[in-house]
């Protein structure tokens, strides 16, 4: 699906997994790629972020695209930094067409009670203020630009069927991914006679650093002995355990380019039939 030369698409968490497909696939279909990630560990989680090597492998396999690239360290969390992450990169780029909302966090694994207010503000830093503040930064753009645009909020789909559990961190994800709707939402309304749409993507379980590491991996082990009844319930409808980083960013692929013209405010499910179970 080409038909993106000449644009600039700015992406969030895109050192590795969903964020890093998106990014080779829309620089693949012609987009330039201003990506960022934080690059760090958060303390209250329980599996490592991406690396500062992951970002600059990312920037490698966009510019093997053909695409320019500028990539940066920041967090999403810290709004002075993203925006001065984000005007450098605009710099370079000279535009920004498309916004790809994607860094999130999670933790569902038990923490120490007196973790918890760290895990619920962590988690909601991240998911929910650092999508607003990312929406923030690059809308001035945009919108003066006058051409229209194109955000993407990468959700869940938590965001649209609760997991039982009452562990903080599950809590909290799904209270986060579940305002990213009513965001995508007032967004998609607010912005749309600028000709800027807005959609949410809601992913099922995909392969990446968030569900491929020790901490998950005990999880769905103990819900194999019937210990983790919440977890023993993220099963899809279609015949797939797990699904690729490259079967979202198809989808992305599809909500930011002229196929998709008229839709927004739409939540997008990506779930192999999650949410029907």
Not at 102 to 108: C, D, E, K, S, T
Not at 130 to 141: E, I, K, M, R, Y
Not at 260 to 267: D, E, F, L, Q, S
């Given at each position: 699906m080409a038909g993106l030369e000449g644009k600039v698409a700015f992406i969030t968490g895109a050192a590795r997994g969903q964020g890093r497909a998106e990014a080779v696939r829309l620089a693949a279909d012609g987009a330039d790629i201003l990506g960022i990630d934080i690059c760090e560990d958060i303390a209250s989680m329980d599996y490592p972020n991406a690396t500062l090597a992951e970002l600059?492998?990312?920037k490698s396999l966009v510019e093997a695209q053909g695409r320019k690239c500028f990539v940066s360290k920041a967090d999403t969390r810290d709004l002075a930094g993203l925006q001065r992450a984000f005007d450098e990169g605009l710099s370079f780029l000279g535009r920004v067409d498309i916004v790809i909302a994607?860094?999130?966090?999670?933790?569902?694994s038990d923490a120490d009670p007196?973790?918890?207010?760290?895990?619920?503000?962590d988690i909601v830093d991240v998911n929910l203020t650092?999508?607003?503040?990312?929406?923030?930064?690059?809308?001035?753009?945009l919108r003066s630009q006058g051409t229209g645009?194109?955000?993407?909020?990468t959700s869940s789909s938590a965001g649209l069927r609760a997991t039982p559990m009452l562990r903080t961190g599950a809590v909290a994800y799904t209270s986060t991914k579940t305002?990213?709707?009513g965001l995508m939402k007032q967004l998609a309304g607010a912005l749309a006679p600028e000709s800027i749409r807005v959609n949410t993507v809601h992913p099922t379980g995909v392969a990446t650093g968030m569900t491929m590491n020790a901490a998950m991996g005990k999880l769905f082990e103990a819900a194999a002995r019937g210990e983790e009844p919440g977890m023993a319930t993220m099963q899809n409808a279609l015949p797939i355990?797990?699904?690729?980083?490259?079967?979202?960013?198809?989808a992305v692929a599809f909500l930011v380019s002229d196929q998709?013209?008229?839709?927004?405010?739409?939540?997008l499910p990506v779930d192999a039939g999650f949410c029907i179970r």
């Open positions: 600059e492998e990312t994607n860094a999130g966090i999670v933790r569902l007196a973790d918890d207010v760290a895990v619920w503000r650092g999508t607003w503040n990312t929406v923030n930064v690059a809308l001035p753009t645009g194109v955000i993407v909020i305002a990213l709707v355990e797990i699904l690729q980083p490259e079967d979202i960013a198809n998709a013209a008229y839709i927004t405010g739409t939540a």
